[in-house]
């Protein structure tokens, strides 16, 4: 299994991004998907989660700007970002509960990252 984000880039402060990971591989079902972040020098954090039944949930410093939603069909996640601020600078991550073809168990995977910094 497979998690591939895209979509990060340098963009101006109240500027908006859309990041996109899509999940690959021998997917039996896909339980829980979030976007997490990690900026220089601090701890990686939730940033928003969508769980199957899609009732989402959000950071605090990103209610309000940030929008998560999922299709199941394609096995994807997306993070719309808007109003952008310098402080939302960090390496986004995607992650997803997964449980593969053939296993009964769940794990956790994650995406390699995608950088989105926000600078004038």
């Known amino acids: 299994v497979q998690l591939v984000e895209s979509g990060g880039g340098l963009v101006q402060p109240g500027g908006s991004l859309r990041l996109s990971c899509a999940a690959s591989?021998?997917?039996?079902?896909?339980?829980?998907m979030a976007w997490y972040r990690q900026a220089p020098g601090k701890q990686r954090e939730l940033v928003a989660i969508?769980?199957?039944?899609?009732?989402?949930n959000y950071a605090d410093s990103v209610k309000g700007r940030f929008t998560i939603s999922r299709d199941n069909a394609k096995n994807t996640v997306t993070l719309q970002m808007d109003s952008l601020k310098p402080e939302d600078t960090a390496d986004y991550y995607c992650?997803?509960?997964?449980?593969?073809?053939?296993?009964?168990?769940?794990?956790?995977?994650w995406g390699q990252g995608t950088q989105v910094t926000v600078s004038s």
């Open positions: 969508i769980p199957t039944g899609g009732r989402t």
């Open positions: 992650n997803a509960v997964i449980r593969m073809i053939g296993l009964g168990s769940w794990r956790n995977y």
């Open positions: 591989g021998s997917i039996d079902r896909i339980n829980v």
